[in-house]
């Protein structure tokens, strides 16, 4: 009995999908519905690359100029008394 009801369920799933994909004409494309061509998508990228590139140029300027006034006396510090020693 349950076998028949399994059998049963299993070709009403198969006349199920076979009329819906029948009824669309053909299986939906595979991926997205709005393609992005491949020379689109690299031309955002560069840009998008180039901005990267001056967030991170800035970013060590902004930190660098900081730490060089931070390090800078440290090291005329140590070269003094390295230089008064010899």
Request: glycine fraction near 4%; include cysteine.
């Amino acid at each position: 009995m349950f076998q028949l009801v399994l059998t049963a369920c299993r070709c009403y799933a198969h006349l199920a999908m076979s009329s819906a994909s029948e009824i669309a004409g053909s299986p939906p494309p595979l991926g997205p519905h709005d393609r992005e061509s491949f020379f689109r998508a690299q031309q955002r990228n560069r840009r998008a690359t180039w901005r990267m590139t001056m967030f991170a140029a800035l970013a060590a300027l902004v930190m660098g100029v900081p730490l060089t006034l931070v390090i800078t006396p440290l090291f005329y510090v140590v070269t003094l008394v390295m230089a008064h020693r010899v």
